[in-house]
């Protein structure tokens, strides 16, 4: 979503020649969970993970900090983040890191397939088989390296709705809205502890930060400061494992790059937390109420203007 903010400001050209040379491309939809044949007039549906690795840490041992469905309909003038419970009790198909399938939390998929690559393609074969969506596409997300993005970015504007303490730093973040800086604005949307909604609370201030970085790209003369645009798309490219399903880069760049930034929905899976065992799990209500159908069919506009609840202003 950045790209697509800074393509529009740099010149895709531009943009995609110098990001080629810094991402780096990998397998990591299974099989089962890709999609055959993208078309790039929508809709799309595209995977993103956000790895809870940290600089140095090469233990396959991680589990997925984040997990987006990034929803795109025909027409490509709207995109629902539909953010997955870490927590929520799933199915897990086999994996090919010797992982023989089972019931666990959902970002355990990511562990069981030995993170990176493997990770990604097992966790991609269990959401399909919950949502029934096939996938145009994936992207992994060093969290570590995005903080470098939005330091570079000038920071990002947040707004706390709710007072919460740092379980990881210590930090208190007020209500109001402040400008953050890259440690600043990941410490604050990793935070679920001693919220009113907990883990819902994490994936909306996750949901937000994205909008944040996208708003602020946008604003962002990097046209003018092409050192600055180049740290960028270095930052951005560094911090992204990406898989666009046989897809030129500047064509799916060139697909999405008129999408608003206000066309961002927030979307949270119709769940609600439970013990089973002594251990605490989030479960679905009622199969999801409806929404990975309304994902499928290409129903979703509906769907969010009868759930509500489930919706996120962004």
Known sequence: MVLVA?????????????????????????????????????????????SDRRPGDTNPAQRSDSILIVHVPAGLRRAYLVSVPRDLLVDIPPGGNGYGGGQDKINAAYEHGG???????????????????????????????????????????????????????GAVFTPGCHQMDGRQALDYVRQRYDLPGGD?????????????????????????????????????????????NGVPLEELLLAVRDLPADGLVGVQVPSFPQTIDEVSYVVLDNGGNGLFTALRDERLAGWAAANARWISTL
Request: hydrophobic share 40%; net charge neutral; aromatic share 4%.
């Open 200 to 244: 819902y609370d994490r994936q909306h201030h996750q949901q937000q930060l994205l909008r944040a970085m996208l708003d602020r790209a946008g604003q962002t003369n990097l046209r003018g400061n092409p050192v600055k645009l180049d740290q960028v798309l270095r930052a951005v490219g560094g911090s992204l494992t990406v898989d666009t």
């Open 6 to 50: 800074v393509a529009a400001v740099a010149g895709l050209r531009f943009l995609t020649d110098r990001y080629d040379r810094t991402v780096t491309r990998e397998q990591l939809l299974d099989p089962a969970a890709r999609q055959d044949d993208t078309d790039l007039g929508g809709p799309l549906n595209y995977l993103l993970v956000g």
């Open 115 to 169: 993170g990176g690559q493997g990770g990604a393609r097992l966790l991609s074969a269990t959401l399909s088989r919950l949502t029934g969506l096939r996938f145009d596409g994936a992207a992994l997300v060093d969290f570590a390296g995005f903080r470098t993005v939005i330091d570079l970015l000038g920071g990002v504007r947040m707004c706390v709705d709710t007072e919460v303490r740092s379980i990881h730093t």
